[in-house]
Nanobody, 119 residues
Framework: QVQLVESGGGLVQPGGSLRLSCAASGSIYRANVMGWYRQAPGKERELVATMTNDGRINYADSVQGRFTISRYNANNTVFLQMSSLNPEDTAVYFC?????????????WGQGTQVTASP
């Protein structure tokens, strides 16, 4: 079994910053991709940022320049540094990983952490 455990969400004023963390545990051979998605009330889940194990990064246009993704491959952790948060960033943020355990990669999700940017 593989588990993704997130931490670091909370309430912040517009313009503020938060840092999310996610640790993958279990029987993991390699985490090909780790990253973050988010889902706001009444909206579909959307990509925020992902990073491959060889360092390729993909950001949503809406967070480019404000959010920074990083990861430690050695212990299968991924981080999301969020700056200049605005109310449109309010959502449940889900950790996402594509993990190889045997010969095939599988997709895993965390339980989600709430991020709220509000006065």
């Amino acid at each position: 079994q593989v588990q993704l455990v997130e931490s670091g969400g909370g309430l912040v004023q517009p313009g503020g910053s938060l840092r999310l963390s996610c640790a993958a545990s279990g029987s993991i051979y390699r985490a090909n991709v780790m990253g973050w998605y988010r889902q706001a009330p009444g909206k579909e889940r959307e990509l925020v940022a992902t990073m491959t194990n060889d360092g390729r990064i993909n950001y949503a246009d809406s967070v480019q320049g404000r959010f920074t993704i990083s990861r430690y491959n050695a212990n299968n952790t991924v981080f999301l540094q969020m700056s200049s948060l605005n109310p449109e960033d309010t959502a449940v943020y889900f950790c996402y990983a594509v993990i190889v355990r045997g010969t095939r990669p599988s997709t895993y999700w965390g339980q989600g952490t709430q991020v709220t940017a509000s006065p």
